[in-house]
């Protein structure tokens, strides 16, 4: 069972990419989804996370007002929006699913699945 993370790719400072993170292994729907990244050389962070039904998102404060978490659940997939990207974006992402309960910021440790990450680099 493995979710598939893609759309990483090079991108200017200030730009934008638009990440997507889906399974055919089980409905994404039931699940709440998280993004972490890991920058070379640096322990793997949360990013946020979305709540499987109810829409509701939490995001670290790094990347607040920067980067949105949406879910299209008829798609069984989840999009990590990232505008006005800088250097310090620059990590591997990956996505992760989990079962109840919700979690404003789950751990790594939390998660039940995971995806294989994808590369986003901000350079000019």
């Known amino acids: 069972v493995q979710l598939q993370a893609c759309g990483g790719g090079l991108v200017q400072p200030g730009g934008s990419l638009r990440l997507s993170c889906t399974t055919s292994?089980?409905?994404?729907?039931?699940?709440?989804v998280g993004w972490f990244r890991q920058a070379s050389g640096k322990e793997r962070e949360g990013v946020g996370c979305?709540?499987?039904?109810?829409?509701?998102?939490d995001l670290a404060d790094s990347v607040k007002g920067r980067f949105a978490i949406s879910r299209d659940n008829a798609k069984n997939t989840v999009y990590l929006q990232m505008n006005n990207l800088k250097p310090e974006d620059t990590a591997v992402y990956y996505c992760?699913?989990?079962?109840?309960?919700?979690?404003?910021?789950?751990?790594?440790?939390?998660?039940?699945?995971w995806g294989k990450g994808t590369q986003v680099t901000v350079s000019s």
């Open positions: 292994s089980f409905r994404l729907a039931n699940y709440h």
């Open positions: 992760a699913a989990k079962r109840d309960p919700y979690s404003s910021s789950p751990t790594e440790g939390a998660m039940d699945y």
């Open positions: 979305i709540h499987r039904s109810n829409g509701r998102t």
